[in-house]
């Protein structure tokens, strides 16, 4: 199995840990993880949980959807999974343009932010058919409480 994962950086921080606990967890004979991030920031979380080969950095705002593309296709993951919203937005795109799961992982906390990327957060959670939350707050905030 393939997975992909969107996050915005690798600072040191709450869904940059959860993220390389998850791969860190994983066995890699059966779960091919590769992380795609587009924020280059100082961290060790990349040579502290050994993922050199796994990382690949989309830094510019020029040809970013381009290079993309090239990686999911290349990689035709099973999962495409997305830790923030902005994330959620190309993860909805690659999905549905190539047919990728896609798993909405945009929800870490039980606020909900009351402005224009709040509400646009809230409708890609309601559009996706698979949401991921670490808490059942964050769920409720979001009024995904099924």
């Not at 099973?78 to 902005?86: L, R």
Request: aromatic content about 10%; overall charge positive.
């Amino acid at each position: 199995m393939t997975v992909l994962h969107l996050i915005s950086s690798l600072r040191r921080g709450g869904m940059e840990r959860q993220l390389c606990n998850i791969i860190a967890s994983n066995d890699p004979e059966q779960i091919n993880n590769h992380v795609v991030y587009f924020n280059e920031t100082a961290t060790n979380y990349i040579e502290e949980y050994g993922l050199q080969d796994s990382v690949t950095l989309i830094d510019g705002e020029k040809k970013r959807w381009q290079r993309l593309v090239r990686i999911a296709r290349r990689l035709q993951p099973d999962v495409i999974i997305s830790w923030g919203y902005k994330e959620a937005i190309w993860g909805a795109l690659l999905s549905f343009r190539y047919g990728f799961s896609f798993v909405n992982g945009s929800i870490r906390h039980g606020v909900f932010k009351n402005n224009f990327s709040g509400y646009i957060r809230m409708a890609l959670l309601h559009a996706s058919k698979y949401v991921m939350a670490n808490s059942l707050a964050g769920l409720k905030a979001n009024k995904l409480n099924r």
